[in-house]
């Protein structure tokens, strides 16, 4: 996935979820904010970030903010950053790309966004191996998280309490019930992530879900990302530790 008319900048504050002011070639701008997650531990007064420039002059800001230098350490002089993409649109974008590319399932014969199911609404429907005059051999729903949250190098899934997600896994549990494939599937939005774990301390309902739908045979699947400023791909699985 790849954006278009990069432009680094240093962040100062955060009026509000939506939007940023960042200091850009000296002049001070209000921009839009890419993720309406807290992300306090990434926008931190003085730290890079990344804009890509909108081709919409109608817009009311010209930027979107799309990624963000973390420092990693202690050291003020010279430590090492740790790029993070917070564009929360970007998970569902590189998740049907690396599923169209063959990486999800082999056969993979339809992959469609946002479908309904019941009362359900998935972000992806698939099915794969179709055989002539019978029905998919394959079916099934994936659900895609975007994960921006690091400690340490591990990983973690919710950055604030998601009823949400909590619903999902839930609807999850219940396709799989009803004899579909099932997945959630956690894009880590860096690289370099050296695990994932459901995030307890801030939504221990999350994490007591996402125990429930592994149990009842929904796949929990993380992946890595390599990330520049001006572009961001999945690459590899990630290790998980669900307790």
Same mark, same amino acid.
């Given at each position: 996935m790849r954006y278009q008319n990069i432009h680094k900048a240093t962040f100062l504050a955060r009026p509000n979820r939506f939007i940023a002011r960042v200091l850009l070639e000296g002049e001070e701008l209000t921009?839009?904010?890419?993720?309406?997650?807290?992300?306090?531990?990434?926008?931190?007064?003085?730290? @890079?970030?990344?804009? *890509?420039? /909108?081709?919409?002059p109608a817009r009311k800001t010209a930027f979107d903010l799309v990624a963000v230098e973390k420092i990693v350490g202690h050291d003020d002089l010279g430590a090492p950053a740790r790029l993070i993409n917070m564009d929360s649109q970007a998970p569902n974008k590189l998740f049907g790309e690396w599923a169209k590319a063959g990486h999800f399932v082999p056969g993979l014969s339809l992959l469609r966004p946002e479908t309904a199911w019941g009362r359900s609404r998935f972000d992806f429907y698939w099915e794969a191996g179709e055989r002539a005059g019978a029905e998919p051999v394959r079916k099934g729903f994936v659900e895609v998280k975007g994960c921006t949250l690091e400690e340490?190098?591990? @990983?973690?899934?919710?950055?604030?309490? @998601?009823?949400?997600?909590?619903?999902?896994?839930?609807?999850?549990?219940?396709?799989? *019930?009803?004899?579909? *494939?099932?997945?959630?599937? #956690?894009?880590?939005?860096?690289?370099?992530?050296?695990? #994932? /774990?459901?995030?307890?301390? @801030?939504?221990?309902?999350?994490?007591?879900?996402?125990?429930?739908?592994?149990?009842?045979? &929904?796949? &929990?699947?993380?992946?890595?990302?390599?990330?520049?400023?001006?572009? &961001?791909?999945?690459?590899?699985?990630?290790?998980?530790?669900?307790?």
């Amino acid at each position: 996935m790849r954006y278009q008319n990069i432009h680094k900048a240093t962040f100062l504050a955060r009026p509000n979820r939506f939007i940023a002011r960042v200091l850009l070639e000296g002049e001070e701008l209000t921009v839009h904010v890419k993720n309406t997650g807290r992300c306090r531990e990434l926008l931190v007064p003085g730290c @890079t970030v990344y804009l *890509e420039k /909108s081709n919409n002059p109608a817009r009311k800001t010209a930027f979107d903010l799309v990624a963000v230098e973390k420092i990693v350490g202690h050291d003020d002089l010279g430590a090492p950053a740790r790029l993070i993409n917070m564009d929360s649109q970007a998970p569902n974008k590189l998740f049907g790309e690396w599923a169209k590319a063959g990486h999800f399932v082999p056969g993979l014969s339809l992959l469609r966004p946002e479908t309904a199911w019941g009362r359900s609404r998935f972000d992806f429907y698939w099915e794969a191996g179709e055989r002539a005059g019978a029905e998919p051999v394959r079916k099934g729903f994936v659900e895609v998280k975007g994960c921006t949250l690091e400690e340490d190098g591990w @990983t973690y899934f919710p950055d604030a309490p @998601t009823e949400r997600g909590v619903k999902h896994l839930e609807e999850l549990i219940r396709a799989r *019930e009803e004899g579909y *494939e099932a997945a959630v599937f #956690f894009v880590i939005q860096m690289a370099g992530a050296q695990g #994932f /774990s459901p995030n307890d301390r @801030t939504h221990p309902a999350f994490g007591e879900a996402l125990r429930r739908a592994d149990a009842a045979g &929904v796949d &929990v699947l993380a992946y890595g990302c390599d990330v520049a400023p001006g572009e &961001v791909y999945i690459t590899k699985k990630v290790p998980i530790k669900l307790g």
